[in-house]
């Protein structure tokens, strides 16, 4: 393996997103819990600009960092959580148990992945370059895919629709 700064980057933003989602899942305040996850929007952001992905860095900056981190800061904002005692923890030997278990499992996966694709995939096919772009992502949705982009859509209005009305519900 090379050590370009291509490299680097992507190991350094790999190490800084696995450990900005642990800090997330750590925190006891919802609010540094968010801090966490929008430093790991911006690092999962910058693998994907390494991935030459560039339409997905952009819509992952603009989607997730700007409509779902605003929802989630709203949301934290009306649950006004002052009491934190009740969100405090016991520790038992089911939860190191459990603690256990995923690092093991971690430790597992990683053993699997480094051996699995050892030596494969060392050299970039040519549609690589093309294919994060926005214009081959339109053509993939809007030609092989536009059934389920459009199940997805009227999904999505559903949910919103839905929202409104209880929300009318609620304030009425």
């Given amino acids: ?28 305040s919802p609010i540094s819990s968010a801090i966490f996850l929008i430093l790991n929007f911006f690092t999962v952001s910058g693998l994907y600009l390494l991935l030459k992905a560039q339409f997905i860095a952009i819509i992952q900056v603009l989607v997730y960092m700007g409509a779902i981190m605003v929802l989630f ?7 006004n959580l002052h009491d934190e005692g009740k969100l405090k923890e016991t520790y038992s030997y089911r939860k190191l148990t459990a603690v256990l278990l ?5 430790c597992l996966l990683s053993f699997t992945v480094y051996f699995g694709f050892e030596g494969k995939f060392k050299v970039m096919s040519e549609k690589a370059l093309t294919m994060g772009t926005a214009e081959s992502l339109g053509m993939e949705l809007f030609s092989n895919y536009s059934f389920p982009f459009e199940l997805a859509s009227f999904l999505l209005l559903a949910a919103i629709v839905g929202a409104v009305v209880l929300a009318k519900k609620k304030f009425e």
């Fill in 1 to 28: 393996m090379k050590f370009d700064l291509e490299t680097v980057l992507f190991f350094f933003l790999a190490v800084l997103s696995v450990g900005s989602a642990i800090m997330m899942i750590t925190r006891r």
């Fill in 73 to 79: 800061l709203f949301v934290i904002m009306l649950l």
């Fill in 102 to 106: 995923c690092i093991f499992l971690f």
